[in-house]
């Protein structure tokens, strides 16, 4: 029997490769045909948005992309726009797209991290914004600069890679929250919580009354808890350990972060080493945390468990939202809250501190060297800055009801103004997960599932993580840039401030 069914899995796979393969055949041989008769062609993996799709498998399939791209071909008689299918991977982002550059057969336009983009772009995959974005955007009546298209300028300008230069659209944004079960909330007397020492009590209560308090998953507990936990112990040593300030536009959204040549600095002087005490201190909250999620939090149906009211709360974006105004299962009242600061009570190091967001961007349009090898980049270019004008990016973003908007003038639908309210906090000390090597990430984000599923003791995961903070992190990337600290060393002396942290 297990014989049969793993032939049956076999089977499956082929089918599906074939379906995948034949699909890129067919999508090829269109454009091939196209080339001919001399019409331009540009392919593009649009994320969320592409044509055709159903967002979290709820609700009617995905069309205005197409809408908006048949209306570009409208006005421009000799382009074609293909949207292109991909297969993602959870485990290494941008595994796909790397293996199309190494070949020369990437789409033009793929939405993708753009910190996925970062450690590649000394290689030329990457086209870089930057000469584009000082000039106007077309269709746009009064636009001088398609910079002042952006609702969060500063969040945009942020996305600058380590070369300081700009490989990505940020068309629209994203936050997390908790969304919770009013009707569990009430029947056991239960309220959004002031602070830590409150959210934890709560959970303690949903859990003796029988309910799961929240869902959380790995890759969340990986990227979203270690950043909000670090920034709420951190934060309140911020001037010790940003040194490096960015330009007036990136200061006003990114005030007090950590740059990659900072963290790297930072992991060289002791801020992550397994006997600092404040970052033993993050691991331990975490742990401890830990008690209060679901016992998979690999696997597990999240929203399944939710929806049944078996769990009270999920962490989850604003892309959730959907799914809660179409999924028939949704029979309760609900609600948005974000997580409280922690006190003394919950740690010596935390001194209620207003928690940080940790989301930002949603889908980061980036383009390829494909463009420029085709000859096809200054259509990227114009397409982007058509699906950018107001009423476009309202029908494409709107439609889907997963993220806000991030070009002015396009509307917001109203159930994810929470989100818009969230995002008005400043932004987290550090991503950790997105600031270092592929290689570091991975290793990171194996480890904290090992640790958080009791497979390693928090002191041999202290252990394990500073080696490679070193060698996978912080040495990796001084040796790629070549980085000298001793501007930044002269920093530290000019302020007073000691090289190694205080205990």
């Not at 999240?302 to 179409?326: C, D, Q």
Request: with cysteine.
């Amino acid at each position: 029997m297990n014989g049969k069914l793993s032939l049956l899995r076999v089977g499956a796979v082929a089918i599906l490769l074939a379906l995948v393969v034949g699909g890129e055949l067919v999508q090829r041989a269109k454009t091939e045909r196209a080339e001919e008769t001399g019409v331009k062609v540009i392919s593009a993996v649009v994320g969320e948005y592409r044509p055709g799709h159903v967002p979290q498998s709820i609700g009617k399939p995905l069309r205005a992309m197409r809408d908006v791209a048949d209306a570009y071909e409208r006005l421009h008689p000799d382009v074609r726009v293909r949207f292109r299918s991909v297969a993602y991977t959870d485990t290494v982002e941008g595994e796909w797209i790397r293996t199309q550059l190494l070949g020369d057969t990437a789409p033009e336009i793929v939405a993708i991290n753009v910190e996925a983009v970062w450690p590649d772009v000394d290689k030329g995959w990457w086209v870089s914004l930057e000469p584009f974005m000082i000039e106007p955007n077309p269709y746009v009546p009064g636009n001088r600069q398609w910079w002042d298209q952006f609702a969060n300028l500063p969040l945009t300008r942020a996305k600058r890679g380590p070369d300081r230069q700009l490989y990505c659209v940020a068309y629209d944004m994203v936050e997390t929250g908790i969304i919770y079960n009013a009707d569990i909330f009430r029947e056991v007397g239960v309220k959004v919580p002031a602070d830590w020492e409150e959210f934890l009590e709560m959970q303690r209560k949903l859990k003796d009354a029988g309910y799961i308090p929240l869902l959380v998953h790995f890759q969340q507990a990986a990227d979203w808890a270690q950043d909000i936990i670090l920034d709420q112990l951190y934060y309140p040593i911020l001037e010790d350990i940003d040194i490096e300030k960015g330009t007036p536009e990136e200061e006003e959204y990114l005030a007090g972060y950590l740059f990659p040549k900072e963290l790297c600095y930072d992991i060289k002087r002791g801020y992550f080493d397994a006997d600092y005490p404040r970052w033993r201190e993050v691991w331990r909250l975490m742990l401890d945390w830990r008690r209060y999620w679901q016992k998979d939090i690999a696997v597990a149906d999240r929203n399944r468990l939710f929806l049944t009211k078996t769990a009270a709360m999920m962490w989850e974006g604003s892309w959730s939202v959907r799914r809660m105004l179409n999924d028939p299962l949704v029979d309760f009242d609900w609600g948005v809250f974000y997580l409280p600061p922690m006190t003394k009570a919950t740690s010596r190091f935390a001194e209620r501190v207003d928690p940080a967001v940790i989301g930002g961007a949603a889908m980061q349009l980036s383009v390829t060297r494909t463009a420029i090898s085709r000859g096809t980049l200054d259509t990227a270019i114009d397409f982007l800055r058509f699906i950018c004008e107001p009423r476009n990016a309202e029908k494409i973003i709107g439609e889907a009801g997963l993220f806000i908007p991030n070009i002015k003038g396009a509307k917001l639908i109203p159930q994810l103004a929470p989100f818009e309210d969230i995002l008005e906090k400043r932004y987290c000390t550090v991503k950790m997960l997105y600031s270092l090597s592929q290689e570091f990430t991975d290793r990171h984000t194996r480890m904290i599932t090992l640790f958080l599923n009791g497979g390693i003791s928090l002191d041999e995961f202290m252990v394990e993580m500073e080696n490679y903070f070193h060698t996978l992190g912080a040495d990796y990337y001084i040796n790629k840039y070549g980085w000298d600290f001793r501007d930044y060393d002269a920093i530290l002396a000019s302020h007073g401030i000691p090289y190694k942290p205080q205990r």
